[in-house]
């Protein structure tokens, strides 16, 4: 048995901000919380909070060297114990979609790297993984070829769909799937999928999750521009 | 990446600022930087920040064997990570030397210090019993990890909860929270650690040192105590002599800094257990105002997709191959499925769905009009069969 944290059953059911099923949690981003990185930030989607920071380009170790390109390494901490394979699967997840897009191909013999720490899983983990990394991405000003979002999308027994779904709503669906969107034309960079679908949930899903991503680059945005407008 | 040094110019003005009785973000010597302790939303999660350094420590259980030295009591587990995340010339999955004299002390700090009750940890002796596990995670290094790891690591302890256990006989029930409300640990005293670091032979001493303070000292002294004037640990680093009277002056300076640390942590505790039974926000997410430059809020938002197709049809297990053929990226770009059904409406009429190319008419122009057809959400774009000059199909097209 696998070491557990313990949460009460009133703050998972409280499910903070969480309302009927197609809503997007209320997010939180705090761009620079961290003082010796190149770029960091929290973000918080609903009680899901992760952090992510950035470094590079920078000095890259010399076995890692690509001489055309930048190298993208993504480093995953979970909360509780040592990264296992699961967690090992997700960073090169994250960085296969990041490797995307970086424009690595203007740093070469570089090493851009991101590094997550995971704070609290209330669910939809993996998406609060990639938006934090994008956001700590842009506040690192590295060089992208566009911006990205992850929405997670729960399939419920009874056929319902829930976006951005809790930790209760994730272990009771049927399945789970991430989808990863481009900013430029919304197209899928990358997909996560646990359980069974049928190709119409997965298309309902994807439909759904595009549009919440639309609304996630809209708060990437504003995010940005309140930075750099207002700290003028 | 390797971490920069300090240049000769920057060290001497450290020095002579010191000897002036300053510092560099204008504290005085025996003052802290400012303290802010938030509890997240699971049991046992406490994050700890200390001027710029911040640190989070989880708590968490699992039922094991007890130790075959020890069958009467749980098990404490310390684990500090310095990941590159603090600062870059820390290495992923490699401790440094700094890293292990961190996580040494901390043991000492928790476990030495006896403050858990483990034998209230024990459920079957000699058979089963709770590890408990605290993993420390510094996400900032910008000078004493060490206190703000050890504020961070009791308060967590203090604030963790564990599952109820009830055993009958050879029975053993692991109660689910909803059954049983979880049970705290015993926590006998709150151990703290206050670092001091020495410069000029012992000269001169500062509580609380930032990261450029720690890379000038000559030597550091680490005072573990609890508030009842206990001490626990006691550690001494570096190139340096200390007088007798310098440890006696710096355990009572301890004191009154571990007194005051340790109210903060009983009223952040009360501040988390009021929100939390009043059913007001709490976790991390609170922290994050909005009112900052740097920070950002979007409350809650509704996404509507007005359509969504019921299930599969016939249509579409007969495209699935075709489709599969194609690049997975042009299916995404669709969203809608395809149709690539003709329909023959009047003689010498064609009928194309939406999506599909023209595959029976060899026209390059006829395909860009039907793309330009498709963006402005013409469902259905009719054309001649027989090719007619380009003016009338736009005509067509544009009905």
């Known amino acids: 048995m696998a070491s557990f944290t313990v949460v009460k059953t009133e703050d998972l059911a409280a499910e903070q901000g969480k309302g009927p099923a197609c809503v997007l949690r209320g997010q939180t981003s705090d761009l620079g919380c961290l003082t010796r990185q190149d770029g960091s930030v929290s973000l918080s989607q609903g009680d ?3 952090i992510a920071v950035v470094y590079g380009p ?14 993208v390494e993504v480093v995953y901490r979970p909360k509780v114990g040592l990264p296992r394979p699961e967690h090992r699967k997700q960073e090169r997840v994250i960085r296969n979609t990041f490797e995307a897009a970086i424009a690595a191909s203007l740093h070469p013999r570089s090493a851009i790297s991101i590094i997550i720490q995971e704070t609290e899983d209330m669910g939809s ?15 690192a000003a590295v060089s992208m070829n566009f911006m990205v979002a992850a929405v997670t999308v729960a399939l419920k027994e009874c056929g319902e769909m829930v976006l951005d779904p809790t930790k209760r709503d994730e272990t009771e669906a049927k399945s789970v799937l991430s989808y990863v969107f481009d900013s430029v034309n919304l197209q899928v960079l990358t ?23 639309k609304s996630v680059f809209q708060f990437y945005r504003e995010s940005m521009s309140k930075k750099l407008l207002m700290s003028q | 990446m390797r971490e920069t040094p300090l240049s000769n110019c920057e060290r001497e003005f450290i020095l002579n600022f010191i000897a002036q009785q300053k510092r560099l973000d204008g504290r005085k010597a025996y003052d802290y930087r400012d303290l802010r302790i938030a509890f997240g939303v699971s049991l046992g999660c406490c994050h700890v920040e200390l001027g710029k350094t911040r640190v989070l420590a989880q708590v968490s259980c699992e039922v094991g064997e007890p130790k075959q030295t020890r069958p009467h009591d749980g098990v404490l587990y310390v ?14 999955g490699r401790q440094s030397e700094e890293g ?17 009750d483990l034998e209230s940890l024990c459920i079957v002796s000699g058979e089963k019993a709770w590890h408990l596990r605290v993993d420390i995670h510094v996400l900032n290094h910008e000078g004493n990890i060490l206190d703000c790891a050890s504020i961070a690591a009791i308060s967590a302890l203090a604030h963790f909860r564990r599952p109820d256990v009830s055993v009958h006989g050879e029975e053993i029930t692991i109660h689910t929270l909803e059954e049983r409300n979880p049970v705290p640990l015993s926590l006998h005293h709150m151990p703290l650690l206050v670092s001091f670091t020495f410069f000029s032979q012992g000269k001169y001493m500062l509580i609380d040192p930032s990261s450029k303070e720690e890379k000038v000292m000559e030597g550091k002294m680490v005072v573990g105590m609890n508030k009842h004037r206990e001490l626990c640990t006691l550690q001494v680093t570096g190139q340096m002599l200390l ?7 710096c355990s009572s300076i301890a004191l009154t800094k571990v007194t005051r640390i340790t109210e903060l942590i009983h009223e952040a505790l009360e501040n988390d257990k009021q929100a939390r039974l009043k059913g007001d926000k709490h976790g991390f997410a609170v922290l994050v105002s909005g009112d900052k430059v740097t920070s950002n809020r979007l409350p809650k938002t509704e996404v509507k997709v007005d359509t969504l197709e019921v299930s599969d049809d016939m249509g579409e297990s007969q495209s699935s191959e075709d489709e599969s053929g194609n690049e997975p990226m042009e299916e995404h770009t669709e969203g809608v499925p395809k149709e690539s059904a003709v329909e023959i409406l009047t003689k010498g009429v064609g009928m194309i769905g939406e999506g599909g190319a023209s595959t029976w008419l060899d026209v390059p122009q006829a395909d860009t009009k039907q ?15 027989d090719e007619g000059s380009s003016e009338e199909e736009e005509k067509v097209i544009l009905k």
């Open chain 1, 48 to 50: 899901t909070t992760s």
């Open chain 1, 58 to 71: 920078a000095e890259v170790r010399i076995n890692k060297e690509q001489i055309d390109q930048a190298t």
């Open chain 1, 125 to 139: 983990n993996f998406s609060c993984c990639i938006n934090s990394s994008c956001l700590a991405l842009l506040d």
């Open chain 1, 191 to 213: 997909v996560v999928s646990c359980g069974k679908f049928s190709r119409a949930e997965y298309r309902n899903g994807l439909v759904l999750a595009r549009e919440a991503a």
């Open chain 2, 79 to 92: 684990n500090v990570e310095l990941s590159p995340m603090a600062c870059p010339s820390f290495e992923q």
């Open chain 2, 100 to 116: 292990i004299e961190l996580s040494r002390l901390m043991e000492r700090c928790l476990k030495e210090s006896r403050c858990l």
């Open chain 2, 243 to 249: 007088l007798k009277e310098q440890v006696l002056r």
């Open chain 2, 371 to 385: 793309l330009a057809a498709k963006k402005q959400k013409h469902k259905v774009s009719k054309m001649e069969e």
